[in-house]
């Protein structure tokens, strides 16, 4: 009876495919012999779907009498992303002590007029399937819920309550300040230095000044932080014209709706004063370095020890945002890309760009060599970090000089075509993504009132040509450097000589000369 079956199973293999493409092998299976680049015979001929490049939504924005705006982009699905953007960071901290902002992220969505404790207002969240989440940066502070759309004026007015209402209460000042210090060790103890290397080339780029001032709380602001110091930053900063209600997966009139009845008529808890210390200041790049000598030899967490490494980040003044060069920089990040020498994955994970091919195929004893860019709504600053072994840092520096030096050169037609479309790709791919949507309507509007939509974006990165790269780079290089040292630095050259090495034809630190005694 089995071979009976066995043997009808053989023939309708040979009907269907013919008897060359059939083979018996002497495990007894047989397999059809079909190339993967034709098409199955038999299968109907698959019928895709058309994509025209647009949104299929628009963007809509509305301006409340207060001055609050709202955004919302409606997305196909069960759940949307609702939350506050606010223009306040830590760059708004110039006349109050620094860390204010790391304290209001730490105090975000704990007791406010309505919720007795941030256990209540999960629990309120867990009933629509939702969770909450404050992020702060240099330049935003943004409050986000994900839950279910059907619960959005739940969703609506928690956030009113979280931003306008919340009681900072003396016991959960005293907790933060707890997990701020926590998270001050955790920070110079982590084997992965890039946040630390950020802080320190923002402090060497922009020195004492807007963008420059610290992101993280300093330990010795952590006692001078309190309810008073709070209250007075909250009037000046989080007052409704510097505020996006930012809906993506909802109608609009629902969150105009929503945002009249819990954000149009609200007294915030510290007042409702016209703010007096607005801080303005426009971004000064400066230049400069900034050093720290630390034991890097015992970073690991694991069995496997981690080679004892030195971190050198070098950066050069970008654009903002804002500017119509923004484009052409982002382009030529993408274009120097680069990752970890330990990196897999092959060219969408950039093996191709010039970091991978110049840096780390070329220098094995380098670890990593990363292209990192910046951007505010006053300046930028694209930067190139990279680690080694105590011993070669100058070796290493010289190498990432030289490769900002030839950022000015031509660049190949296949290079710049294979970075537009990997920008491209990976703006897509992202904005996929309900969260990025969010967050990505939300600055835009709060820092131009307006929204450029993918395909507009997309254009505008088919449109950069190779003269455009060139020009950025030319103007970049007249900046002076900005310099960030972490881990053994016996070896690191004067700031002078880095200096030098950006402003000669090819890169190259001046040689040092030694006299024999």
Same mark, same amino acid.
């Given at each position: 009876m089995a071979t009976h079956v066995s043997r009808s199973r053989s023939w309708r293999c040979v009907q269907r495919f013919g008897i060359a493409a059939y083979r018996k092998y002497s495990s007894g299976g047989s397999y059809p012999n079909v190339s993967l680049s034709s098409p199955l015979p038999g299968i109907p001929k698959p019928v895709f779907a058309s994509v025209d490049g647009?949104? *299929?939504?628009?963007?809509?924005? =509305? =301006?409340?009498?207060?001055?609050? *705006?709202?955004?919302?982009? &409606?997305?196909?699905?069960?759940?949307?992303?609702?939350?506050?953007?606010? !223009?306040?960071?830590?760059?708004?901290?110039? *006349?109050?002590?620094?860390?204010? #902002?790391?304290?209001?992220?730490?105090?975000?969505?704990?007791? $406010? #007029?309505?919720?007795? /404790?941030?256990?209540?207002?999960?629990?309120?969240?867990?009933?629509?399937?939702?969770?909450?989440?404050?992020? $702060?940066?240099?330049?935003? =502070?943004?409050y986000a819920v994900s839950a279910e759309v059907k619960g959005l004026d739940t969703v609506v007015n928690l956030l009113s309550d979280a931003v306008l209402q919340p009681r900072l209460l003396d016991e959960e000042i005293e907790m933060t300040k707890m997990a701020v210090r926590f998270e001050l060790e955790d920070l110079n103890m982590r084997p992965d230095p890039e946040p630390l290397l950020t802080e320190m080339i923002h402090a060497a780029a922009y020195r004492g000044n807007t963008v420059g001032l610290p992101r993280f709380c300093p330990v010795?602001?952590?006692?001078?932080?309190?309810?008073?110091?709070?209250?007075? %930053?909250?009037? !000046? %900063?989080?007052?409704?014209?510097?505020?996006?209600? #930012?809906?993506?997966?909802?109608?609009?009139?629902?969150?105009?709706?929503?945002?009249?009845?819990?954000?149009? &008529?609200?007294?915030?808890?510290?007042? $409702? /004063?016209?703010?007096? @210390?607005?801080?303005?200041?426009?971004?000064?790049?400066?230049?400069?370095?900034?050093?720290?000598?630390?034991?890097? /030899?015992?970073?690991?967490?694991?069995?496997?020890?981690?080679?004892?490494? =030195?971190?050198i980040m070098i950066g050069l003044e970008s654009c903002s945002f804002l500017e119509d060069d923004f484009i052409p920089f982002a382009v030529l990040n993408m274009m120097m890309g680069g990752g970890g020498s330990f990196s897999a994955g092959g060219p969408g994970k950039g093996m191709f760009t010039r970091l991978y091919l110049n840096v780390? @195929?070329?220098?094995?004893?380098?670890?990593?060599? $990363?292209?990192?860019?910046?951007?505010?709504?006053?300046?930028?600053?694209?930067?190139?970090?990279?680690?080694?072994?105590? +011993?070669?840092?100058?070796?290493m520096v010289e190498i990432i000089? +030289?490769?900002?030096?030839?950022?000015?050169?031509?660049?190949?037609?296949?290079?710049?075509?294979?970075?537009?479309?990997?920008?491209?790709?990976?703006?897509?791919? &992202?904005?996929?993504?309900?969260?990025?949507?969010?967050?990505?309507?939300?600055?835009?509007?709060?820092?131009?009132?307006?929204?450029?939509?993918?395909?507009?974006?997309?254009?505008?990165?088919?449109?950069?040509?190779?003269?455009?790269?060139k020009r950025v780079t030319t103007k970049m290089l007249r900046s002076k450097p900005a310099v960030a040292a972490l881990g053994n630095l016996t070896e690191l050259p004067s700031y002078e000589h880095i200096q030098a090495a950006l402003s000669s034809k090819d890169g190259r630190l001046p040689r040092m000369h030694h006299r024999f005694q």
């Open positions: 647009q949104e *299929k939504y628009e963007t809509k924005i =509305t =301006t409340l009498e207060n001055g609050l *705006k709202v955004a919302s982009q &409606n997305k196909f699905g069960q759940f949307c992303t609702v939350g506050i953007l606010v !223009n306040s960071g830590s760059r708004h901290e110039a *006349k109050y002590p620094s860390g204010i #902002a790391h304290f209001i992220e730490k105090l975000a969505f704990c007791s $406010t #007029a309505q919720y007795r /404790s941030k256990d209540e207002i999960l629990l309120a969240l867990e009933k629509h399937g939702g969770i909450c989440d404050c992020q $702060t940066s240099r330049d935003t =502070t943004m010795d602001s952590v006692d001078k932080i309190d309810k008073g110091t709070l209250h007075s %930053y909250l009037r !000046n %900063y989080f007052c409704p014209e510097r505020m996006v209600l #930012a809906g993506v997966g909802i109608e609009h009139d629902q969150l105009l709706e929503c945002a009249r009845k819990y954000l149009l &008529n609200v007294k915030p808890v510290w007042g $409702t /004063s016209s703010p007096a @210390n607005v801080d303005l200041s426009v971004a000064q790049y400066t230049g400069g370095i900034v050093k720290m000598e630390k034991d890097m /030899s015992d970073v690991s967490l694991c069995p496997t020890p981690i080679p004892e490494l =030195t971190h780390l @195929n070329r220098h094995h004893w380098m670890y990593n060599a $990363t292209a990192y860019h910046h951007s505010y709504e006053d300046s930028g600053l694209l930067c190139i970090h990279a680690s080694s072994d105590p +011993r070669q840092v100058r070796e000089t +030289r490769e900002f030096i030839q950022m000015a050169g031509t660049a190949g037609e296949m290079e710049l075509e294979r970075a537009k479309t990997q920008l491209k790709s990976m703006l897509m791919m &992202n904005l996929e993504s309900r969260p990025v949507i969010f967050e990505d309507v939300g600055r835009q509007v709060l820092s131009t009132g307006r929204r450029k939509l993918p395909h507009e974006l997309c254009d505008l990165i088919s449109s950069v040509t190779s003269s455009d790269i």
